[in-house]
């Protein structure tokens, strides 16, 4: 995903999978709530970043998220460091990486 801009890529962190993290996105996910959840009530999400998408198909897979982020990255401007459209998801994800 940061493939190919400029400023290139640097100080990259390698990915790991975290049973925790699903655990707590399983228990949002049973909330029906499509907001991110406030700290202040539910601490546990303090510092948790989430990318909520709403879509049709039956399975989303990391491939379709994959591209919904890519798509973020288009509107992104890294000289001014700002988004020309919506691309908060793509800066979250790019940013901790």
């Given amino acids: 995903m940061r493939e190919d801009v400029q400023p290139t890529a640097s100080n990259m962190h390698l990915i790991s999978y975290s049973v925790e993290l699903e655990e707590l996105a399983e228990e949002?996910?049973?909330h029906c709530d499509y907001r991110n959840p406030d700290s202040k009530m539910f601490p546990q999400y303090k510092g948790v970043g989430q990318i909520l998408t709403a879509q049709h198909a039956e399975n989303l897979t990391f491939e379709d998220t994959y591209y919904y982020l890519r798509i973020q990255k288009?509107?992104?401007d890294f000289e001014n460091n700002e988004c020309e459209d919506y691309c908060g998801d793509y800066e979250q994800v790019s940013n901790n990486f």
């Fill in 28 to 30: 949002w996910l049973a």
């Fill in 74 to 76: 288009d509107y992104y």
